[in-house]
């Protein structure tokens, strides 16, 4: 199976999640604040290292229509960027609801998506990878 990073790319901070080595499940990892790219880049290679990870699966935001915004845009070029930087192949996974859902479930643990705003792009990037995992299991029966 393939190990991957999830990323939940937004404005100053980026969430990520990993799977476990059957690529059955993804879980949230760890959420970056986006002080400076080269601080991102230096743990995402740490990540990648200690997980020996093989692609990055990034969700972008496209609008409710289907088209690509100015965030989803910005996403792609951030997330090219890790990809070239990282030696790393990256897919897209269409994630318009994926904060949306991790909110509902930070509300099903009682807990306030204001103030847990770290851990919803964790559960975000978590079910960005999800996502990907079962779109690729299904692909390949």
């Known amino acids: 199976m393939v190990s991957a990073l999830g ?7 980026i969430g990520v999640a990993g799977c476990d080595r059957t690529g059955l499940v993804a879980s949230g990892l760890t ?4 002080r400076s790219l080269e601080e991102v ?4 290679r740490q990540l990648v290292q200690e997980r020996s ?7 972008v935001p496209y ?3 289907g ?16 990809a070239r930087t990282l ?13 949306f859902q991790a909110e509902q479930l930070i509300l099903a643990e009682r807990r306030s998506p204001s103030r847990h705003k770290a ?17 690729r299991r299904m692909a390949a029966k």
């Open 7 to 13: 990323l939940d790319i937004g404005r100053k901070r």
């Open 31 to 34: 959420t970056l604040e986006c």
């Open 41 to 44: 880049i230096a743990r995402l």
């Open 53 to 59: 990870v093989e692609i990055l699966v990034v969700g």
């Open 63 to 65: 609008s409710m229509d």
């Open 67 to 82: 088209k690509l915004g100015f965030q989803a845009k910005q996403v792609q070029k951030v997330a090219h960027r890790l």
């Open 87 to 99: 030696h790393l192949p990256v897919e897209f996974v269409d994630e318009r609801l994926s904060s």
């Open 119 to 135: 851990l919803i792009d964790r559960k975000a990037a978590a079910i960005i990878l999800q996502q990907w995992l079962d779109h």
